[in-house]
């Protein structure tokens, strides 16, 4: 396929996928998720305790009653904005996705358990401001998947990371390299993949999104280097079809650690 037959069946495709949900499927069948990632910016003192409380009591329970699920809860370690909390929200369905705030006030549950934080005066907020982009799976990695530390609540760190490219066609070249042997370099170099998607909307747009695990900084820093040195890495990256300009143009990098009622 040419170049600018692919960026037009691409765009399509993703345009498409956020009108109607069920197009969402990968060319094996599989149904690609959806996610939002959510940010709380907070302000240091006692209403990092009563936002924290009501994720972890109020709305974590009632976003997996409407099947939106595993829900990770990070806090920024590494990246600006602090003190900020991250919230990764999957759902294979866009529709109860991107309607789950309204939802809210009919759970009888949820609203008498956020009673606390919904009632926080505008004089002592509980929050400073909620950011929030809307992200689709990448066909080659339809599902996301929860580090084994996680099941075994064992120490682990993430990595989030945003490609920003120049243009559209930039970015849908960057996106074609993982499919097209980057998934593959990440497992040799023993990497957690938990998920990767493009945005849909959000903020400083064309880009790609995607999380990693480690169990510490030094195993990232480790992981990253076998990464660079592989043979394939280094052939990937020479392509003509990838190296003849900048495809990325501002890569973010966060390191988030997960709460202790986060379920990724």
């Given at each position: 396929?040419e170049r600018r037959?692919f960026?037009?069946?691409?765009?399509?495709?993703?345009?498409?996928?956020?009108a109607?949900?069920s197009?969402?499927?990968?060319?094996?069948?599989?149904?690609?998720?959806?996610?939002?990632?959510?940010k709380?910016?907070?302000?240091?003192?006692?209403?990092?305790?009563?936002?924290?409380?009501?994720?972890?009591?109020?709305?974590?329970?009632?976003?997996?009653?409407?099947g939106?699920?595993?829900?990770?809860?990070?806090?920024?370690?590494i990246?600006?904005?602090?003190?900020?909390?991250?919230?990764?929200?999957?759902?294979?369905?866009?529709?109860?996705?991107?309607?789950?705030?309204l939802q809210?006030?009919?759970?009888?549950?949820f609203?008498?358990a956020a009673?606390?934080?919904?009632d926080?005066?505008?004089?002592?907020?509980?929050?400073?401001?909620?950011?929030?982009?809307?992200?689709i799976?990448?066909?080659?990695w339809?599902?996301l998947?929860?580090?084994?530390a996680?099941?075994?609540?064992?120490?682990?760190?993430?990595?989030l990371?945003?490609?920003?490219s120049?243009?559209?066609?930039?970015?849908v070249?960057?996106?074609?390299?993982?499919?097209?042997?980057?998934?593959?370099?990440?497992q040799?170099?023993?990497f957690?993949?938990v998920?990767?998607?493009?945005?849909l909307?959000?903020?400083?747009?064309?880009n790609?999104?995607?999380m990693l695990?480690?169990?510490?900084?030094?195993?990232?820093?480790?992981?990253?280097?076998k990464?660079r040195?592989?043979?394939e890495?280094i052939?990937?990256?020479s392509?003509?079809?990838?190296?003849?300009?900048?495809?990325?143009?501002n890569i973010?990098?966060?390191?988030?650690?997960?709460?202790?009622?986060?379920q990724?």
């Amino acid at each position: 396929m040419e170049r600018r037959d692919f960026l037009t069946a691409t765009l399509a495709t993703s345009a498409f996928a956020l009108a109607n949900q069920s197009s969402a499927q990968t060319s094996s069948g599989k149904s690609r998720e959806y996610y939002e990632i959510r940010k709380y910016h907070l302000q240091t003192g006692p209403q990092i305790k009563l936002t924290e409380s009501y994720i972890s009591d109020a709305l974590i329970p009632a976003l997996n009653r409407m099947g939106i699920a595993p829900v990770g809860a990070f806090h920024l370690d590494i990246g600006p904005e602090t003190p900020t909390l991250y919230l990764l929200l999957p759902c294979s369905k866009l529709e109860t996705l991107i309607s789950a705030e309204l939802q809210l006030v009919h759970d009888e549950q949820f609203m008498k358990a956020a009673e606390p934080f919904w009632d926080a005066p505008a004089t002592a907020p509980a929050f400073q401001r909620i950011d929030s982009s809307l992200h689709i799976a990448f066909e080659g990695w339809p599902k996301l998947t929860p580090p084994a530390a996680t099941a075994e609540h064992g120490k682990r760190i993430f990595q989030l990371r945003t490609y920003e490219s120049p243009s559209s066609q930039d970015h849908v070249r960057k996106v074609e390299m993982f499919h097209h042997g980057e998934f593959d370099i990440f497992q040799r170099a023993g990497f957690s993949q938990v998920f990767y998607s493009d945005t849909l909307i959000g903020p400083r747009m064309p880009n790609l999104t995607y999380m990693l695990s480690f169990a510490d900084l030094t195993d990232l820093n480790a992981k990253w280097d076998k990464f660079r040195a592989d043979p394939e890495w280094i052939k990937l990256r020479s392509s003509p079809r990838y190296n003849f300009e900048e495809i990325v143009s501002n890569i973010s990098n966060l390191v988030l650690s997960p709460t202790a009622y986060s379920q990724i």
